[in-house]
């Protein structure tokens, strides 16, 4: 062999020698961390808290014996380190050798924020992509609360999120999570998009709401009054809580069922203010409801509709719920061809009422308050919306 062929040989042995130092360095970096977290998931959003923030509990499984976790900002910015605290002896068929742990960071709202883990001193690897700290709201109530629509709006926000209960994704059509299984459109991703770009924060909406319910068919411990809902939709609504956390509000969009059978307004207030309280009880907290004024079925009798649309008034004038939108004047090219679901212009409007009256009953100054401009239009005082 020639001069320049064993130059190219050796050559050509000292990239090869290099790619596979790279490899086995790669390897052991891998190796070096054998992290897996189990919370938060990708795209989770917690509910900010009044001091403008949220502690966020990491938890998952580790290989060795030692590791730290920390946050970086969208600015760049980073928490500091925070050591891997070993729980327990990891469970499960996949976990020989493992232990769990925990650790807890302080975020900022905003995000996304980027988690990153290492071993004492080494270097990070991400471990979750976007955590993001923002406001987050459940939706319930009937049909036109769940995917019953014709039209589906698509995702358009890549800071707002779905939340069915277990898994997290980016929210569009159909919502996931409703307990009817229904597939067809919301108002959700539009009205989530607006609340997401006032506040400049990530936002999560997680919807539980079942096609034709009674206020009835919610109630905790009693059986549903309609044929077609096959338990209490309560306890649905109640874990969605639960694996949430904190919530900002729930969302109550129903009504049409109970006029059809004629419910009275004491009747409608009295089984609404059960749901509610018991959920503050089983939740150990108080959550506001926001309460659409909503009764309308085509052909159906004024007054039946009227009983309910004064049951939903009475519980705004008496403190137990805020003002939702009044959505039986959506008629006409804003409804389906069913008269009862709303057309592609009708959730679009639908989501815009849903905007102003959250907007307004959760973040709009108070009179007399001031509003900072880089609170992005919350009241000064309530960073994290009204209490």
Not at 7 to 12: D, K, L, V, Y
Not at 117 to 136: H, I, L, S
């Amino acid at each position: 062999m020639g001069s320049a062929g064993r130059a190219g040989a050796a050559g050509r042995a000292a990239r090869g020698a290099g790619v596979a130092l790279l490899l086995v360095a790669a390897h052991c970096a891998g190796a070096d961390l054998d992290l897996r977290v189990e919370t938060p998931q990708e795209r989770q959003v917690l509910q900010r808290d009044a001091a403008g923030g949220a502690d966020v509990e990491v938890r998952g499984t580790l290989g060795g014996e030692e590791g730290e976790i920390r946050a970086v900002l969208p600015d760049g910015s980073a928490t500091p380190w925070h050591p891997l605290e070993l729980t327990a002896a990891a469970q499960g068929p996949a976990a020989p050798g493992r232990s769990a742990f925990s650790a807890r960071l302080r975020l900022p709202a905003g995000g996304w924020h980027r988690l990153e883990a290492r071993t004492a001193g080494g270097a990070p690897r991400t471990v979750v992509e976007r955590v993001g700290v923002g406001e987050v709201f459940v939706v319930a109530g009937q049909s036109n609360s769940a995917n019953s629509s014709e039209w589906r709006m698509p995702g358009v926000n890549d800071r707002l999120s779905a939340f069915d209960g277990q898994r997290w994704s980016r929210a569009a059509d159909p919502m996931p999570g409703v307990q009817d299984g229904s597939r067809g459109g919301s108002p959700w991703p539009i009205f989530g998009d607006m609340i997401q770009r006032a506040l400049d924060l990530p936002v999560a909406i997680a919807s539980t709401g079942f096609g034709g319910s009674s206020v009835a068919d919610w109630q905790p411990n009693a059986p549903p009054v309609s044929t077609h809902v096959p338990h209490s939709l309560y306890p649905g609504l109640r874990r969605r809580v639960e694996a949430l956390g904190e919530v900002r509000a729930v969302l109550w969009h129903q009504g049409e069922k109970d006029a059809l059978l004629g419910r009275e307004t004491g009747s409608y207030v009295s089984l609404f203010l059960n749901l509610k309280q018991t959920l503050d009880r089983d939740a150990g907290r108080e959550i506001p409801w926001v309460v659409a004024r909503v009764s309308f079925l085509p052909r159906l009798d004024p007054g039946a509709m009227e009983a309910v649309r004064r049951a939903q008034e009475r519980l705004w004038r008496q403190g137990h719920a805020l003002p939702g939108p009044s959505t039986d004047e959506l008629q006409g090219d804003l409804r389906g061809p069913d008269h009862i679901h709303f057309s592609d212009r009708g959730l679009r409007v639908h989501a815009e009422l849903w905007f102003a009256a959250v907007w307004s009953g959760l973040f709009a100054p108070r009179p007399g308050e001031a509003v900072m401009p880089e609170d992005s239009g919350l009241a000064a005082g309530h960073p994290g919306g009204r209490p």
